[in-house]
């Protein structure tokens, strides 16, 4: 059996007190001073562990807010003294897309690596905005392989970018001929540059080496070479060079031949001039692999469909952080874009001959499955990774601005462990889904809406039948 | 007695020898409702009175409230804390009898309980909580007056948003004892027993070791006073819940833990698990360390080694090798129904056929937002059809393959209230299986942390020592049976004003349904007026 892909994980705490949901609010006027006071009794042993944060005070703007939210204190307490709150930190974390949830689940991955798990069933809305708009199929006794306890142990989450032939040619010795480079990358995901509104200095040299840890790839501003990567990792810069992608920045001095000959992917922007740019990059640099960067706008799938019949072989589209077409009235959301594109493309028959990178508002590892089932060949993600570093979307990291989290302190080996943590989860609960839907290639996930379900196609197939026509969007 | 003996010699006929030895003599629980009071002191309150030492203890509130709020026990000097928890609140200031304003002391304070905004969640709002601990503490629907909103949530889609069409008057006038809620379990006609059950709704599986042995026993009880069934869940059958037999389904899942010629032969229904809602697709895996010795003797096992339920039967590749299964049952135990249960991919059409063609009586679907049990959250929020798409989806295609009539069709997954059940009936099921609601009747909080740690903090989803101790059989037992009783008066209620005698009569009756975000105009949108 091949070496299967899989991240080493270990735990990496959080740095800050944690910013619960829940906490209890102690009305100590009244307090009868119980022998057997309640708060001795809580599983969690939470009480005690509040009383020792509050004498250690490291902190100030950092209440304790760890309480699990069982009541049981609440409900004992002999002279109903206590009150359970929400926190109202925990309540302003975010924003209406990166909801305090997605903070919340994306903190606990970023620190245990593993598949977040509950009890007592679905808690959420029926169905919702975006990727909360579908579901995934399962099936009862299809299964990735019979091999292995649950089939799950073979399933490939790997992918390709570039071209893919339509047909094998042969040269005169019969051995297969003229095949494109590819890259084979063992998940569906890459990370994107970082986006001005969020830049803190010294990020990209711990994504570059979360993607090296995870065998990944990163995009990374032009601008930033050299900086981007720190001394050691210039020492061993080889090592690194097949994990960066460069975004070549027009405004930026060009990297130097020797390093981006030896990287396997480059991103340029879009602009009318593109193809000769690519042809230009691909003689010089006949090995690369060339991303084109199309913001998602009002013309962004017309523009990607245009530039895979002009035969760029990869498409880096680009919605905005909450998924959305950008600058548009009522936008659209990312999936449905990149259904639009991908069935055009199928229909036009050049699916294979592009692959489409799909970036903005992929925000849970369930994201990147139906971004793959929508159409996409590899999505990309930078904010989890930031949130993974215990950054809430305050957007107040900009000069002169203090940084709630305080990533300006964080130690190289915190920010690594954390990123390559959360990427471990989400590759698990890739896994998970594909497990369910009896699929053992992520390959054969692109575009495959046979395994999705579309609330808006079932409200019209099923309730349409009972009820009439749908009122509501 | 007379009743079993005659049943003893039924079985004679029908039971191995080797199974007739071991059968215990069954019990009977009585179904009388009785007031099963909240187990904690602070039960939790919509509204909060505080009585301030302006109080002159002159006895006034006590003689104007209705419920009890306001408690001077005998012989006692000052009043108990008032039992908040009982108070309408708001509703009560429109009557006459508001002791807020008529304390002589204005010793009386009312607010609105913040803590409310802590608890419950879209799926279970707080109202829809508080009025299942008041059923499961009375054995009676909410009164009105407490103006709890509990008969949808605010998932925002599904049974949430679907309504009944009531006619203004009933079509004609019924008394309850008219009305019938018993279903039939097995429409086949090929000569295995027939099943009658008095209320459409039976217990989910929950295993031992995700709940204790007290919920276990008292999930049974309950189904045994209503005369219906209860689920062993997949981690094998304790030995005391042998009295309970004749209402307990095995269940035979994937890990076939507990699975034994005996235990298959003891009960009336087997049920084959394919899937579940709470994580459709995904086998299960019990960590070594919860493989204590109790667990081990149950479930076969040597202790302390992990135990894995792989996904699915390995044994299964087809339609073919699940008639096999069923098949194997039926010899097994020639007096048994089956059931099928599946979870809700796409194609749940096809395999509900499927499995009515292999054999099956049953055939229950559990939905992608179901389940209780530990999962990841990932498989509960995505994976799999919600039930309420699943059922309508079913019940049309077994009709159109003309084999409608001849399946009982259960379904599960987010079932939370007796609205819900009516519902899920009028969309085409003939009846439901419940589990979360039982556990919300136990007293759980929905803080989901069932599976971290020691297990739930409240007694319920454990196996710690020290934290089932929390409650007693008789408790549980009391709460189940006030909650059943509770939901079939709901139902009766809503069959009574559609003027239907039989819960049966409302299978498939999507017309008496509305759905909030549909024109609800089908006639004329069908005939394109
Ligand atoms: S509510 Fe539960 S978890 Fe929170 S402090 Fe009280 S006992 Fe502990
Ligand atoms: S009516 Fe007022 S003064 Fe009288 S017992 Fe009640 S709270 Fe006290
Ligand atoms: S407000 Fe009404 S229901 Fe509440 S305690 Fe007073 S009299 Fe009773
Ligand atoms: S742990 Fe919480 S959610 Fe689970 S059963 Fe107990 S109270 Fe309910």
């Known amino acids: 059996m091949p070496e299967k892909y899989h991240i080493k994980t270990t735990p990496v705490p959080p740095r800050l007190p944690r910013i619960g949901k829940h906490g209890i609010v102690d009305w100590r006027e009244d307090c009868a001073r119980c022998h057997n006071c309640v708060k001795k009794a809580c599983v969690y042993d939470r009480h005690r562990q509040e009383a020792a944060y509050i004498r250690n005070l490291k902190y100030s703007d950092f209440l304790f807010f760890e309480c699990m939210g069982c009541f049981s204190c609440v409900q004992n307490c002999t002279k109903d003294l206590l009150c359970l709150t929400i926190n109202s930190e925990y309540k302003k974390l975010g924003n209406h897309y990166w909801t305090p949830e997605i903070i919340h689940i994306t903190w606990q991955q970023a620190e245990t690596a593993a598949v977040p798990v509950s009890g007592a069933g679905y808690r959420g809305k029926f169905s919702g905005h975006g990727f909360d708009s579908m579901w995934t199929d399962m099936s009862e006794i299809v299964r990735p392989t019979r091999d292995g306890i649950h089939g799950r142990e073979y399933i490939s989450t790997s992918v390709d970018i570039g071209k893919k032939p339509s047909y094998l040619t042969f040269d005169s010795d019969q051995n297969i001929s003229g095949l494109p480079a590819v890259i084979d990358i063992p998940m569906p995901m890459i990370v994107d540059m970082n986006p001005a509104e969020f830049t803190l200095p010294q990020l990209e040299s711990y994504i570059i080496e979360a993607v090296k840890l995870t065998d990944l790839i990163a995009i990374v501003d032009s601008a930033k070479w050299p900086a981007a990567l720190?001394?050691?990792?210039?020492?061993?810069?080889?090592?690194?060079?097949?994990?960066?992608?460069?975004?070549?920045?027009?405004?930026?001095?060009?990297?130097?031949?020797?390093?981006?000959?030896?990287?396997?992917?480059?991103?340029?922007?879009?602009?009318?001039?593109?193809?000769?740019?690519?042809?230009?990059?691909?003689?010089?640099?006949?090995?690369?692999?060339?991303?084109?960067?199309?913001?998602?706008?009002?013309?962004?799938?017309?523009?990607?469909?245009?530039?895979?019949?002009?035969?760029?072989?990869?498409?880096?589209?680009?919605?905005?952080?909450?998924?959305?077409?950008?600058?548009?009235?009522?936008?659209?959301?990312?999936?449905?874009?990149?259904?639009?594109?991908?069935?055009?493309?199928?229909?036009?028959?050049?699916?294979?001959?592009?692959?489409?990178?799909?970036?903005?508002?992929?925000?849970?590892?369930?994201?990147?499955?139906?971004?793959?089932?929508?159409?996409?060949?590899?999505?990309?993600?930078?904010?989890?990774?930031?949130?993974?570093?215990?950054?809430?979307?305050?957007?107040?990291?900009?000069?002169?601005?203090?940084?709630?989290?305080?990533?300006?302190?964080?130690?190289?080996?915190?920010?690594?462990?954390?990123?390559?943590?959360?990427?471990?989860?989400?590759?698990?609960?890739?896994?998970?889904?594909?497990?369910?839907?009896?699929?053992?290639?992520?390959?054969?996930?692109?575009?495959?809406?046979?395994?999705?379900?579309?609330?808006?196609?079932?409200?019209?197939?099923?309730?349409?039948?009972?009820?009439?026509?749908?009122?509501?969007? | 007695?007379?009743?079993?003996?005659?049943?003893?010699?039924?079985?004679?006929?029908?039971?191995?020898?080797?199974?007739?030895?071991?059968?215990?003599?069954?019990?009977?629980?009585?179904?009388?409702?009785?007031?099963?009071?909240?187990?904690?002191?602070?039960?939790?309150?919509?509204?909060?009175?505080?009585?301030?030492?302006?109080?002159?203890?002159?006895?006034?509130?006590?003689?104007?409230?209705?419920?009890?709020?306001?408690?001077?026990?005998?012989?006692?000097?000052?009043?108990?804390?008032?039992?908040?928890?009982?108070?309408?609140?708001?509703?009560?200031?429109?009557?006459?009898?508001?002791?807020?304003?008529?304390?002589?002391?204005?010793?009386?304070?009312?607010?609105?309980?913040?803590?409310?905004?802590?608890?419950?969640?879209?799926?279970?709002?707080?109202?829809?909580?508080?009025?299942?601990?008041?059923?499961?503490?009375?054995?009676?629907?909410?009164?009105s007056e407490y103006e709890y909103n509990y008969q949808a949530g605010e998932s925002g889609g599904g049974f949430d948003r679907i309504r009944f069409k009531f006619p203004e008057t009933p079509p004609v006038e019924l008394q309850d004892d008219e009305i019938d809620t018993s279903i039939l379990l097995n429409h086949r006609d090929d000569g295995r027993p027939q099943i009658q059950i008095d209320v459409p709704w039976y217990g989910g599986g929950m295993s031992f070791?995700?709940?204790?042995?007290?919920?276990?026993?008292?999930k049974v009880r309950a189904a045994t006073a209503f005369n219906t069934f209860s689920c062993s869940g997949e981690g094998g059958y304790m030995e005391r819940m042998r009295p309970y037999d004749d209402h307990m389904i095995t269940q035979v899942a994937t890990g076939l833990f507990g699975v034994r010629e005996e235990t298959i032969q003891r009960v009336r229904i087997v049920e084959f698990k394919y899937a579940q809602g709470a994580k459709p697709g995904l086998g299960g895996h019990l960590l070594g360390d919860k493989n204590t010795p109790a667990v081990a003797k149950i479930r076969e096992a040597v202790v302390g080694i992990s135990l894995f339920s792989p996904f699915p039967f390995h044994s299964v590749y087809s339609i073919e090798d699940h008639m096999k299964h069923l098949d194997w049952i039926k010899h097994v135990n020639r007096r048994a129904l089956l059931s099928t249960k599946v979870s809700t991919p796409t194609d749940v059409d096809m395999v509900a056929v499927g499995s009515y063609s292999a054999g099956t009586h049953i055939i229950h679907l559990d939905g992608g937002y179901g389940g209780?049990?530990?999962?990841?959250?990932?498989?509960?929020?995505?994976?799999?059809?919600?039930?309420?798409?699943?059922?309508?989806?079913?019940?049309?295609?077994?009709?159109?393959?003309?084999?409608?009539?001849?399946?009982?069709?259960?379904?599960?997954?987010?079932?939370?209230?007796?609205?819900?059940?009516?519902?899920?009936?009028?969309?085409?099921?003939?009846?439901?299986?419940?589990?979360?609601?039982?556990?919300?009747?136990?007293?759980?909080?929905?803080?989901?942390?069932?599976?971290?740690?020691?297990?739930?903090?409240?007694?319920?989803?454990?196996?710690?020592?020290?934290?089932?101790?929390?409650?007693?059989?008789?408790?549980?037992?009391?709460?189940?049976?006030?909650?059943?009783?509770a939901w079939r008066k709901d139902l009766i209620e809503i069959l009574k004003r559609f003027g239907l005698r039989s819960v049966r009569e409302l299978v498939g009756r999507s017309d008496l349904l509305m759905h909030l975000d549909f024109t609800n105009d089908i006639l004329n949108e069908l005939t394109g007026k």
Not at chain 1, 258 to 274: A, M, N
Not at chain 1, 431 to 440: C, T, V
Not at chain 2, 209 to 218: A, E, H, I, K, Y
């Open chain 2, 372 to 485: 209780t049990g530990a999962a990841p959250d990932i498989a509960k929020k995505n994976i799999a059809m919600p039930i309420e798409y699943a059922i309508a989806k079913v019940h049309k295609f077994l009709v159109d393959e003309g084999a409608r009539e001849k399946v009982v069709l259960i379904a599960s997954g987010g079932i939370r209230t007796a609205h819900d059940i009516a519902k899920a009936i009028a969309l085409g099921a003939d009846g439901v299986v419940v589990g979360t609601a039982e556990m919300i009747a136990l007293g759980c909080v929905r803080c989901s942390r069932c599976s971290a740690g020691r297990g739930c903090p409240r007694g319920i989803a454990t196996t710690d020592p020290g934290l089932v101790t929390q409650i007693d059989i008789e408790w549980g037992t009391q709460r189940l049976i006030n909650l059943y009783s």
């Open chain 2, 209 to 218: 070791g995700s709940v204790s042995n007290v919920t276990q026993l008292s």
């Open chain 2, 1 to 143: 007695m007379e009743r079993f003996s005659v049943q003893e010699k039924e079985l004679r006929e029908i039971l191995p020898e080797k199974t007739l030895k071991t059968r215990l003599p069954q019990v009977q629980i009585n179904r009388e409702t009785k007031p099963a009071l909240p187990r904690y002191r602070n039960e939790i309150a919509k509204y909060i009175i505080y009585r301030s030492d302006d109080c002159i203890r002159c006895g006034k509130c006590a003689e104007l409230c209705p419920y009890h709020v306001h408690v001077l026990k005998p012989g006692y000097k000052y009043f108990a804390m008032p039992k908040s928890y009982l108070c309408t609140g708001e509703a009560c200031q429109k009557t006459d009898h508001y002791c807020i304003t008529q304390c002589p002391q204005k010793a009386l304070r009312i607010i609105k309980n913040p803590m409310i905004e802590a608890l419950g969640d879209y799926r279970w709002p707080a109202d829809m909580l508080l009025a299942t601990w008041r059923m499961a503490e009375t054995g009676e629907p909410p009164l």
């Open chain 1, 230 to 473: 720190n001394d050691s990792q210039m020492k061993n810069i080889e090592a690194y060079l097949p994990h960066i992608a460069f975004h070549l920045n027009p405004d930026a001095p060009e990297i130097p031949f020797d390093v981006l000959r030896k990287t396997r992917l480059v991103e340029i922007p879009d602009h009318d001039d593109v193809l000769s740019r690519i042809a230009e990059l691909k003689e010089k640099y006949p090995g690369l692999i060339i991303s084109v960067r199309v913001a998602l706008d009002s013309k962004g799938v017309d523009r990607t469909v245009e530039l895979s019949r002009l035969g760029a072989e990869v498409i880096h589209t680009v919605a905005d952080f909450n998924g959305n077409e950008i600058g548009v009235d009522s936008p659209g959301f990312i999936k449905d874009r990149i259904r639009e594109i991908h069935t055009t493309l199928i229909k036009e028959g050049i699916r294979d001959e592009v692959t489409i990178i799909a970036s903005g508002g992929f925000a849970l590892p369930e994201h990147m499955a139906k971004g793959l089932l929508c159409g996409a060949d590899v999505i990309s993600i930078y904010l989890p990774l930031l949130i993974a570093l215990e950054c809430r979307l305050c957007n107040t990291c900009r000069p002169g601005l203090i940084c709630p989290a305080r990533l300006e302190d964080i130690s190289f080996e915190y920010g690594v462990g954390r990123m390559r943590n959360l990427i471990a989860a989400w590759h698990l609960q890739l896994i998970e889904l594909m497990g369910a839907m009896g699929m053992r290639e992520a390959r054969r996930l692109r575009g495959d809406v046979g395994r999705a379900m579309f609330f808006e196609e079932l409200e019209e197939e099923i309730f349409g039948t009972l009820f009439g026509s749908r009122k509501r969007a």
